[in-house]
């Protein structure tokens, strides 16, 4: 059995009959995405390459390889990864146009929408200027603005809220409440784990 950085190197190890080089690495890519085409789960995938290879192969290292690979499902055409074998144009001849779920190769994943978050304007001075680390008093807002490393950082300095170093728009951003069913399960990770010692 091989482990994971065994496992990444396999382009140039002789695999239980399959061939040497980059050819070895590729037929396992290929097997691996023609598994994720046929709409197998991390498990299923890592027990048939597993079996096929003679490699230990674990549902993580199935989900590294998708990502290191940008393998995404998509319902439109396909961008296959090893369209050319030997690197001068031949290619591999399988339709891979009539799947159901197809698969594209550095397609992004869509984004989570966010709310709109309001935007917190910076306090100026008279002259328009920032509020920085030798101007700032202990009423404003420390909410730092950029990065310490370049001549543009500067603070909110806006009137700050009672107990807090913030703005009360910073304080919010600042101190998110968490989802009701996340902290649900935080408590009860905590009192399963208080049970069992």
């Keep these: ?10 382009g140039n190890q002789h695999l239980s009959g399959v061939e040497r080089g980059p050819f070895a690495k590729k037929k396992i890519h290929e097997r691996f995405l023609n598994l994720v085409w046929g709409k197998n789960g991390r498990s299923q995938i890592a027990k048939i390459l597993s ?3 003679r490699l230990r192969i674990t549902p993580s290292m199935v989900s590294g390889t998708r990502e290191r690979l940008k393998c995404y ?3 439109a055409g396909v961008e296959w990864p ?3 074998v030997n690197g001068e144009g031949e290619s591999h001849g399988r339709s891979r146009q009539n799947l159901a779920a197809v698969l594209t190769v550095g397609s992004k994943l ?3 929408v966010k709310p709109d978050e309001e935007e917190i304007k910076p306090q100026t001075g008279d002259g328009g200027e920032f509020v920085t680390l030798l ?3 202990d009423r404003m807002c420390r909410w730092p603005i950029g990065d310490p490393a370049e001549s543009g950082f500067h603070f909110c300095g806006k009137k700050r809220e009672k ?3 913030y703005c009360e728009g910073h304080t919010r951003k600042a101190y998110k409440q968490r989802e009701p069913r996340l902290r649900a399960k935080r408590v009860g990770a905590v009192v399963m784990t208080t049970n069992f010692r």
């Design 1 to 10: 059995m091989m482990d994971r950085s065994e496992f990444n190197r396999l």
């Design 51 to 53: 079996d096929e290879f």
């Design 73 to 75: 499902f998509k319902n």
């Design 82 to 84: 090893f369209s050319k």
């Design 110 to 112: 869509p984004q989570r």
């Design 135 to 137: 101007t700032i008093n």
């Design 163 to 165: 107990d807090s170093s």
